[in-house]
């Protein structure tokens, strides 16, 4: 039997269908999430849930007229399905396929481009403000889960939302879990009405009431009246309309017609900003998810089954809790990412001193920075992208005081399918300029251990820096020990061309140097370890007998490790030696493999093989230090 789904070329297909089609073709999306989701790897229980909801919209609203924001858009694949992206969706998350996101390069569909959470209601008030400035007549509707509204930006856009008061709706997609379970008092609200029969009850009854009335106005009078009536257990109606939204709900978010009735009514009634709350199921449709989805938050893709080393993220984890054993002052602290940061075993055994602070990366920080000054060592565990969220609190909560906070910065460097706005290749070098903070990034995962115990007791702000993949493979040492701070190490000799790499591109780097050997090229390898401070007696020393120098790292040559490098050589007066800065070029990294991705930007060991023959050979050197640059 031929699918409906390949009949839905745009929404306006959508809109033609009977409820029984509706069903069907929800039943065909959940398939294709499924079979391509377990496939490519990517979002599965957040795009199960939200099927109906999808499909409601797109029958009620008129896209791309009306803007539809997805927050994060990690669940906008129904949305790419039913708007024109669905011969392309078995390209889904890779290289040069469809983004696993909401991108306004990909469709007209996406009016918004995201990826990190709580910026859709924010979007969605400017958006609504240019219409009201230009006198258009669109509508438009963000759609924002339970989890993301515990981040600052949500809070500080529903607090001026309410203050400009311009007519949008805000899709509340309830369904109690931001990764793992969502955290904070807001959730707690919504909990209470998702659970309570009573008011169910009560909101069938506004249901009914807002079914019978003819005029907008007069609904939200009476809206007032019933809150007032139920406020002893109303509560979240109280809260949003206190706040300065109309509130409707909670409605099903499984249930097309019902979805269908609110929004038409948000949309047709209101003058205010209107907050739908509709309750769905995360993995809904797919028992394996809807029985754990923590797990089908995010799913790998297919792999060949080779038992691979312990991710970095595990033997973070592993660290923190035979040094949490050892020391009752040690504190982690998480901005909603426990399963990624793998920090299960330390909640497990440590649960008072694992923090879980919702999505709110400033927060932590800041949290992190309180704790400190009363003599305990927080670590904060925190992907590199969404630290950068954090930047202001690293600087004047952290480092201004020099308060010893640990950042264990996980997915530093290329991440790969997730793409440009989750790749970690900027910290490098945001990090390196603030005064007080060490950066290092450990070159396999043994060191990873060192440093992380290094950085606990450097009594000083200090950041490690790791790469989302397995380790390297290499025993892991029993006894921790510190590594001096700013100590780099040479692990391979020659004297035709030095190679500094940090981090994750160590090892390419001393298989380059393998490559070049055969072809008789004779390369040093210095594991630099510390982005900040460097060693800059061991690369001075190198640079004055080395006349030629390459640099490797998986961050921007903006202001990176490399850039470091070549300052240091200027202040020091070191002349005539070629370098060539390896790394990301001043773009923003695509989707795609991190095989593929490294493969493209030469930070594999080919290219840093090909990269370095070619300085040698005089065609590639980025720059010349020599003694007329010296004192620029
Ligand atoms: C600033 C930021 N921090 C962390 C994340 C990682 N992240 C992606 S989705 C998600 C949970 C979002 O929960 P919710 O908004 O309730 O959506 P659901 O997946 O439950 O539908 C998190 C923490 C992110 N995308 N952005």
């Not at 910026?119 to 400017?126: D, F």
């Not at 691979?308 to 901005?335: C, G, K, Q, W």
Request: hydrophobic content about 40%.
């Amino acid at each position: 039997m031929s699918r409906l789904l390949d009949k839905i070329d745009s929404p306006a297909d959508l809109k033609t269908l009977k409820a029984k089609e509706l069903k069907q073709l929800a039943g065909e999306i959940r398939k294709e999430l499924v079979a391509r989701v377990t496939d490519n790897g990517g979002h599965l229980a957040s795009n199960l849930g939200v099927v109906e909801l999808t499909i409601a919209l797109h029958r009620v609203f008129d896209s791309p007229k009306d803007k539809i924001i997805w927050d994060v858009g990690h669940q906008s694949y129904t949305h790419k399905l039913l708007t024109g992206r669905r011969d392309k969706f078995k390209t889904l998350r890779q290289y040069g396929g469809l983004s696993g996101f909401t991108c306004r390069d990909e469709s007209q569909h996406d009016p918004f481009g995201t990826g990190h959470a709580s910026t859709s209601v924010s979007a969605a008030l400017g958006m609504a403000k240019a219409r009201d400035l230009s006198g258009d007549d669109y509508s438009v509707v963000a759609i924002i889960g339970d989890g993301a509204t515990t981040g600052g930006m949500a809070l500080e856009a529903f607090n001026n939302v309410a203050q400009l008061g311009s007519k949008m709706i805000v899709v509340l997609n309830d369904n109690g879990m931001s990764i793992a379970p969502t955290v904070g008092a807001l959730a707690k609200l919504f909990s209470k009405v998702r659970f309570d029969r009573r008011y169910y009850r009560a909101s069938e009854e506004s249901k009914r009431l807002f079914g019978i009335l003819p005029l907008g106005k007069k609904i939200w009078q009476l809206g007032e009246k019933i809150k007032n009536g139920f406020k002893g257990f109303v509560m979240p109606t109280v809260f949003w309309e206190e706040v300065g939204f109309a509130y409707m709900g909670p409605f099903d978010g499984h249930n097309i017609a019902e979805m269908e009735k609110a929004l038409e009514k948000a949309r047709d009634y209101s003058h205010k900003p209107t907050l739908v709350h509709v309750i769905t199921q995360k993995g809904r449709g797919y028992t394996p998810a809807e029985g754990n989805a923590v797990y089908f938050h995010g799913v790998p893709p297919k792999s060949d089954g080779t038992k691979l080393a312990p991710t970095y993220s595990e033997v973070f984890a592993r660290t923190m809790l035979h040094l949490a054993r050892r020391d009752p002052n040690l504190v982690v602290i998480t901005p909603a990412m426990p399963e990624g940061n793998c920090l299960s075993i330390v909640q497990a055994e440590f649960p008072e001193r694992v923090f879980d602070v919702g999505i709110c990366e400033q927060h932590a920080v800041t949290v992190a920075a309180g704790l400190a000054t009363q003599g305990y060592k927080p670590v904060v565990a925190i992907y590199s992208t969404f630290l950068q969220r954090s930047f202001d609190q690293i600087i004047h909560d952290v480092c201004t005081q020099n308060l010893p906070v640990v950042f264990a910065i996980d997915r530093g460097g290329i991440v790969g399918d997730d793409g440009k706005t989750h790749q970690g290749t900027l910290d490098l070098s945001y990090l390196t300029l603030v005064p007080n903070l060490t950066v290092a990034a450990p070159k396999d995962e043994n060191e990873l251990q060192h440093l992380l115990y290094t950085a606990l007791e450097a009594k000083q702000p200090m950041a490690v820096r790791y790469p989302r993949s397995a380790g390297v493979g290499v025993n892991m040492d029993e006894e921790l020990h510190q590594i001096p701070i700013g100590s780099g190490e040479v692990l391979n000799q020659g004297d035709d061309v030095a190679i500094l790499a940090i981090g994750a591109t160590v090892a390419p780097a001393m298989e380059a140097a393998k490559e070049l050997a055969e072809n008789n090229i004779k390369a040093m390898v210095i594991n630099s370890r510390f982005a900040k401070p460097l060693d800059a007696e061991l690369i001075n020393g190198i640079a004055l007998s080395i006349k030629n120098i390459v640099t490797v790292e998986e961050n921007t040559v903006n202001g990176g490790f490399g850039s470091s490098v070549l300052a240091l050589l200027q202040r020091s007066g070191i002349s005539d030696v070629n370098i060539k800065n390896i790394g990301i070029p001043d773009e923003f990294v695509e989707h795609g493999s991190q095989a593929i991705l490294r493969a493209k930007y030469k930070l594999d060991a080919a290219g840093i093989a090909e990269e370095t023959s070619n300085l040698l050979s005089g065609s590639g050197s980025d720059f010349l230090i020599n003694t007329e640059f010296k004192n620029c």
